[in-house]
């Protein structure tokens, strides 16, 4: 955790003499769990991230507008109560700004979940290999990168008694690009390992099979060899939802 703080804190020192673009908007998700039995489920998620002020920052306009869109899929294999693996594929169209591009990502990652007092943590990490194809070009290259997801749920509510009720939400996940692509939103010459931070903080309410959250996130982005930074300051709005399909076949045969 001091370790992230530490990243974060060079970040916020760094773009103190680099020239950045803040940047304001929305990001909704949609987000699936279907359990296919005891072991494997299925994850779909939906995310849209929309840029809600126009900007103009040294000559170069920031238009508002939608700026990403991400649609994946994944397969997900519970090696036990707090170990799981799994690997799927993630479609992405962008427009950065004058650049447009659709993206393919083959994506493998293991988490590990586990309670400290009242606290649940959830540890993430995963591999994305990216192919960005540059729309106007249309060129591909690939990036190879990294991300790490340290995130912790506190429950509002006494979990042995309920199933439902408020909680409190925070996140930090780090981006390490081992390659980044050549016409991707993060170049492979921007001379960063660490190029990409998120931090989350909100929070919720649990019904049960759903879940609705909201809550900010602060996304930096190394943009250049100087060192200069594109800052999101995002509003998420989130649902995530679980179906257990032994109990939609039982309700369709009835």
Known sequence: MRSILFIFAAFLTQHLFAQTVNLY???????????????????????SVINLVDQTIEAKKFPAGHTHMILQAMSIYQVNKKLSVGGGYAFGRHN???LRENENRLIAQVSYQHKLGNFVITHRGRFEWRQPI?????????ASIGRYQFWVTYPLYDT???????????????????????????????????SEDWMHIGGGYN??????????????????????????????????HTVNWDDVQYWWYM
């Open 160 to 194: 042995s008694k309920k199933k439902t009720g408020f909680y409190l939400t925070a996140s930090n996940e780090a981006f390490l690009y081992f390659k980044g692509a050549t016409n991707g939103p993060v170049s492979s010459r921007n001379g960063s390992l660490l």
């Open 96 to 98: 950065i700004f004058g």
């Open 134 to 142: 540059n729309l106007q070009t249309h060129i591909a290259s690939q």
């Open 25 to 47: 908007g929305i990001s909704p998700s949609y987000s699936q769990l279907g359990k296919i039995s005891k072991k494997w489920s299925y994850n779909l998620n939906a995310t």
């Open 207 to 240: 019904a049960g099979k759903t879940r609705v959250e909201m809550g900010y996130c602060f996304q930096s982005l190394v943009r250049n060899k100087a060192q200069d930074y594109r800052f999101f300051n995002l509003l998420q709005l989130n649902i995530y």
